[in-house]
Protein backbone atom coordinates (compact mmCIF):
# COMPACT_ATOMS: atom_id res chain seq x y z
CA UNK A 1 0.00 0.00 0.00
CA UNK A 2 1.69 3.53 -0.79
CA UNK A 3 1.41 6.39 1.02
CA UNK A 4 -1.34 8.11 -0.78
CA UNK A 5 -3.26 4.98 -0.17
CA UNK A 6 -2.40 4.87 3.69
CA UNK A 7 -3.45 8.45 3.57
CA UNK A 8 -7.24 7.17 2.70
CA UNK A 9 -7.51 4.52 4.59
CA UNK A 10 -6.45 6.70 8.06
CA UNK A 11 -8.82 9.75 6.56
CA UNK A 12 -12.00 7.31 6.32
CA UNK A 13 -11.70 5.02 9.56
CA UNK A 14 -13.31 6.12 12.31
CA UNK A 15 -11.51 5.42 14.84
CA UNK A 16 -8.16 6.37 13.75
CA UNK A 17 -10.09 9.86 13.10
CA UNK A 18 -11.73 10.06 16.15
CA UNK A 19 -8.37 9.64 17.91
CA UNK A 20 -6.87 12.39 16.19
CA UNK A 21 -9.44 14.74 16.66
CA UNK A 22 -9.45 13.51 20.53
CA UNK A 23 -5.64 15.00 20.43
CA UNK A 24 -6.84 17.54 18.61
CA UNK A 25 -9.35 18.55 21.02
CA UNK A 26 -6.32 18.69 24.03
CA UNK A 27 -4.24 20.67 21.96
CA UNK A 28 -7.00 23.61 20.97
CA UNK A 29 -7.93 23.64 24.57
CA UNK A 30 -3.82 24.09 25.82
CA UNK A 31 -3.58 26.65 22.93
CA UNK A 32 -6.44 28.59 23.70
CA UNK A 33 -6.11 29.08 27.55
CA UNK A 34 -2.36 29.33 27.83
CA UNK A 35 -2.61 31.99 25.10
CA UNK A 36 -5.17 34.13 27.19
CA UNK A 37 -3.03 33.82 30.39
CA UNK A 38 0.08 34.54 28.31
CA UNK A 39 -1.64 37.66 27.26
CA UNK A 40 -3.48 38.75 30.72
CA UNK A 41 0.13 38.11 32.30
CA UNK A 42 2.56 39.39 29.74
CA UNK A 43 0.21 42.74 29.61
CA UNK A 44 0.75 42.97 33.29
CA UNK A 45 4.73 42.49 33.23
CA UNK A 46 4.82 45.14 30.38
CA UNK A 47 3.35 47.23 32.24
CA UNK A 48 5.24 46.92 35.39
CA UNK A 49 8.24 47.08 33.67
CA UNK A 50 7.73 50.31 31.91
CA UNK A 51 6.50 51.99 34.73
CA UNK A 52 8.50 54.78 36.74
CA UNK A 53 11.28 54.35 38.85
CA UNK A 54 9.29 54.83 42.19
CA UNK A 55 10.33 53.03 45.41
CA UNK A 56 7.46 51.28 45.28
CA UNK A 57 7.61 49.89 42.28
CA UNK A 58 11.21 48.72 42.69
CA UNK A 59 10.54 45.26 43.96
CA UNK A 60 8.10 44.58 41.17
CA UNK A 61 10.21 45.41 38.85
CA UNK A 62 13.26 42.70 39.99
CA UNK A 63 10.67 40.23 39.93
CA UNK A 64 9.57 40.92 36.43
CA UNK A 65 12.75 41.08 35.36
CA UNK A 66 13.77 37.78 36.67
CA UNK A 67 10.55 36.35 35.76
CA UNK A 68 11.19 36.62 31.98
CA UNK A 69 14.65 36.23 32.27
CA UNK A 70 14.58 32.51 34.03
CA UNK A 71 11.48 31.73 31.36
CA UNK A 72 13.13 33.39 28.04
CA UNK A 73 17.02 31.64 29.30
CA UNK A 74 15.18 27.97 30.40
CA UNK A 75 13.50 25.39 28.11
CA UNK A 76 9.93 24.54 27.86
CA UNK A 77 10.32 21.23 28.29
CA UNK A 78 12.17 21.68 31.85
CA UNK A 79 9.01 24.23 32.62
CA UNK A 80 6.66 21.57 32.44
CA UNK A 81 8.40 18.94 33.75
CA UNK A 82 9.12 21.02 36.65
CA UNK A 83 5.01 21.79 36.58
CA UNK A 84 4.19 18.52 36.35
CA UNK A 85 6.43 16.68 38.75
CA UNK A 86 7.47 19.46 41.72
CA UNK A 87 5.07 22.55 41.76
CA UNK A 88 1.73 20.21 40.76
CA UNK A 89 2.64 16.93 41.84
CA UNK A 90 -0.53 15.95 43.22
CA UNK A 91 -2.65 13.19 43.18
CA UNK A 92 -5.28 13.47 41.13
CA UNK A 93 -4.62 16.96 39.77
CA UNK A 94 -5.46 17.55 36.01
CA UNK A 95 -2.78 17.73 33.60
CA UNK A 96 -4.40 19.75 31.96
CA UNK A 97 -4.01 22.51 33.78
CA UNK A 98 -0.88 21.99 34.51
CA UNK A 99 -0.18 21.89 31.29
CA UNK A 100 -2.15 25.56 30.75
CA UNK A 101 -0.51 26.85 33.24
CA UNK A 102 3.23 25.95 32.24
CA UNK A 103 2.69 27.62 28.78
CA UNK A 104 0.83 30.63 29.74
CA UNK A 105 3.71 31.75 32.00
CA UNK A 106 6.23 30.95 29.49
CA UNK A 107 4.14 32.92 26.93
CA UNK A 108 3.97 35.56 29.19
CA UNK A 109 7.39 36.09 29.18
CA UNK A 110 7.61 36.70 25.66
CA UNK A 111 4.10 38.35 25.32
CA UNK A 112 5.74 41.12 27.87
CA UNK A 113 8.96 41.84 25.63
CA UNK A 114 6.89 41.81 22.66
CA UNK A 115 3.97 43.94 24.75
CA UNK A 116 6.95 46.36 26.62
CA UNK A 117 8.87 46.82 23.18
CA UNK A 118 5.48 48.17 21.17
CA UNK A 119 5.17 50.81 23.82
CA UNK A 120 8.18 51.91 23.88
CA UNK A 121 8.10 52.02 20.26
CA UNK A 122 5.41 54.79 20.17
CA UNK A 123 7.24 57.90 19.56
CA UNK A 124 7.38 59.73 22.39
CA UNK A 125 6.37 62.96 20.81
CA UNK A 126 2.77 61.32 21.29
CA UNK A 127 2.94 61.12 25.46
CA UNK A 128 4.13 64.89 25.40
CA UNK A 129 1.77 66.09 23.30
CA UNK A 130 -1.05 64.25 25.31
CA UNK A 131 0.24 65.23 28.14
CA UNK A 132 0.38 69.20 26.52
CA UNK A 133 -3.58 68.34 26.52
CA UNK A 134 -3.69 68.28 30.00
CA UNK A 135 -4.39 64.52 29.73
CA UNK A 136 -2.44 62.65 33.28
CA UNK A 137 -0.17 59.73 33.02
CA UNK A 138 -2.66 57.37 32.83
CA UNK A 139 -5.03 58.66 30.37
CA UNK A 140 -2.13 59.55 28.19
CA UNK A 141 -1.16 55.80 27.81
CA UNK A 142 -4.63 54.59 27.95
CA UNK A 143 -6.01 56.61 25.27
CA UNK A 144 -2.87 57.55 23.42
CA UNK A 145 0.10 55.42 23.26
CA UNK A 146 -1.53 51.65 23.77
CA UNK A 147 -4.06 52.09 20.75
CA UNK A 148 -0.79 52.79 18.70
CA UNK A 149 1.24 50.00 20.33
CA UNK A 150 -1.15 47.68 19.45
CA UNK A 151 -0.91 47.65 15.95
CA UNK A 152 3.20 47.42 16.05
CA UNK A 153 2.66 44.40 18.80
CA UNK A 154 -0.29 42.23 17.16
CA UNK A 155 2.41 40.81 14.31
CA UNK A 156 4.79 39.79 17.08
CA UNK A 157 1.92 38.34 19.35
CA UNK A 158 0.75 36.45 16.67
CA UNK A 159 3.60 34.84 15.80
CA UNK A 160 3.87 34.00 20.03
CA UNK A 161 0.47 32.10 19.21
CA UNK A 162 1.47 30.12 16.69
CA UNK A 163 4.72 28.99 18.37
CA UNK A 164 2.62 28.25 21.26
CA UNK A 165 0.66 26.02 19.54
CA UNK A 166 3.28 24.20 17.93
CA UNK A 167 5.00 24.08 21.19
CA UNK A 168 2.33 22.30 22.92
CA UNK A 169 3.39 19.52 21.05
CA UNK A 170 5.47 18.37 24.04
CA UNK A 171 3.10 17.52 26.46
CA UNK A 172 2.83 13.99 25.61
CA UNK A 173 6.14 13.90 27.87
CA UNK A 174 4.12 14.28 31.24
CA UNK A 175 1.49 11.22 29.49
CA UNK A 176 -0.94 13.58 28.21
CA UNK A 177 -3.04 12.39 25.02
CA UNK A 178 -2.82 15.51 22.11
CA UNK A 179 -2.44 15.85 18.28
CA UNK A 180 0.90 14.36 18.42
CA UNK A 181 0.56 11.75 20.56
CA UNK A 182 -2.25 10.47 18.73
CA UNK A 183 -0.32 10.54 15.78
CA UNK A 184 2.09 8.25 17.35
CA UNK A 185 -0.54 5.69 19.18
CA UNK A 186 -1.92 5.27 15.15
CA UNK A 187 1.61 4.74 13.75
CA UNK A 188 2.97 2.72 17.32
CA UNK A 189 4.77 -0.84 16.11
CA UNK A 190 3.88 -0.17 12.14
CA UNK A 191 6.86 -0.08 9.94
CA UNK A 192 8.31 3.58 8.82
CA UNK A 193 6.10 4.35 5.80
CA UNK A 194 2.75 3.62 7.95
CA UNK A 195 4.31 5.85 10.32
CA UNK A 196 4.42 8.50 8.58
CA UNK A 197 1.13 8.66 7.50
CA UNK A 198 -0.42 9.85 11.00
CA UNK A 199 2.38 11.96 11.38
CA UNK A 200 1.83 13.30 7.70
CA UNK A 201 -2.08 13.95 9.28
CA UNK A 202 -1.38 15.34 12.00
CA UNK A 203 1.17 17.56 10.32
CA UNK A 204 -1.94 19.05 7.75
CA UNK A 205 -4.07 19.95 11.08
CA UNK A 206 -1.40 22.10 12.47
CA UNK A 207 -0.69 23.53 9.29
CA UNK A 208 -4.95 24.01 8.82
CA UNK A 209 -4.58 25.58 12.47
CA UNK A 210 -1.57 27.99 11.93
CA UNK A 211 -2.90 29.12 8.54
CA UNK A 212 -6.41 30.03 10.09
CA UNK A 213 -4.78 31.97 12.91
CA UNK A 214 -2.51 34.00 10.56
CA UNK A 215 -5.14 34.72 8.26
CA UNK A 216 -7.18 36.21 10.93
CA UNK A 217 -4.19 38.27 12.76
CA UNK A 218 -3.82 39.55 9.09
CA UNK A 219 -7.30 40.33 9.31
CA UNK A 220 -6.97 42.25 12.55
CA UNK A 221 -4.01 44.09 11.55
CA UNK A 222 -5.30 45.29 7.89
CA UNK A 223 -8.75 46.89 9.79
CA UNK A 224 -6.28 48.57 12.03
CA UNK A 225 -3.84 49.80 9.48
CA UNK A 226 -6.94 51.13 7.70
CA UNK A 227 -8.33 53.50 10.38
CA UNK A 228 -4.64 55.36 9.88
CA UNK A 229 -5.48 56.36 6.30
CA UNK A 230 -8.88 57.74 7.57
Do not use: H, W
Not at 85 to 108: C, H, L, Q, V
Not at 156 to 183: H, P, W
Amino acid sequence: MNFFNSIGVLITNEKYMGMLFEGLGTTLLISVFAALLGLVLGTLVAIVGISGDSPIMKLPKLICKLYVTIIRGTPMALQLFIMAYTIFAIRGFPKEITAIIAFGINSGAYVSENIRAGILSVDIGQTEAGRALGLNGKTTMVKIVIPQAIKNVIPAIGNELIALIKETSIVSMIGMYDLTQAAKVIGAGNNMASYVVPMSVAACFYLAIVYLLTFAIKKIEGKLRAGDKR
